[in-house]
C-alpha cells in the first residue's frame, strides 16, 4: 500500500487548502484513513479521521467546524479541506492508513500501518 499525499503550500491567515491522499495497492475499504499533522517542537497529533465500518468522521477540537473531511472511493481518495485557516494550523500533513475496519475516533488515536510522506501547510501573512 502506498500513501500519496498532496495540496500542502503557503496560504494567508483565513486562507482555505484542500489537501488530498491517494491510496494505492488496495481499496479504501480495506484501511481506515487519518490526516495528521506535526509542527514544529511538537507531536504529531490526529486531525481528522474517517471510520470504514460507518464513514463517521472524527475531528480534533481545534478544527472542527473548520475542516471537512471526505472519500470518494472510485479514485481511492481521502480529502481534506480546510477553510479559515490559522497561524496555529502551520505544520507538516500526514496521511495514514490503518489496516481494519474501525470507528473514526480510534483511527485518529491510533498508530498507523502506513504513512504517506507529509505536505507543508504554512500560515502566514
Known amino acids: 500500500v502506498q500513501l500519496q499525499a498532496s495540496g500542502g503550500g503557503l496560504v494567508q491567515p483565513g486562507g482555505s487548502l484542500r489537501l488530498s491522499c491517494v491510496v494505492s495497492g488496495s481499496i479504501l475499504d480495506d484501511y481506515a484513513i487519518g490526516w495528521f499533522r506535526q509542527a514544529p517542537g511538537k507531536e504529531r497529533e490526529g486531525v481528522s479521521c474517517m471510520s470504514n465500518v460507518d464513514l463517521s468522521t472524527y475531528y480534533a477540537d481545534s478544527v472542527k467546524g473548520r475542516f471537512t473531511l471526505s472519500s470518494d472511493n472510485a479514485k481511492n481518495t481521502v480529502n481534506l479541506q480546510m477553510n479559515s485557516l490559522k497561524p496555529e494550523d502551520t505544520a507538516v500533513y500526514y496521511c495514514?492508513?490503518?489496516?481494519?475496519?474501525?470507528?473514526?475516533?480510534?483511527?485518529?488515536?491510533?498508530?498507523?500501518?502506513?504513512w504517506g510522506k507529509g505536505t507543508l501547510v504554512t500560515v502566514s501573512s
Open positions: 495514514g492508513a490503518l489496516i481494519g475496519t474501525y470507528y473514526s475516533d480510534y483511527v485518529c488515536e491510533s498508530a498507523m500501518d502506513y
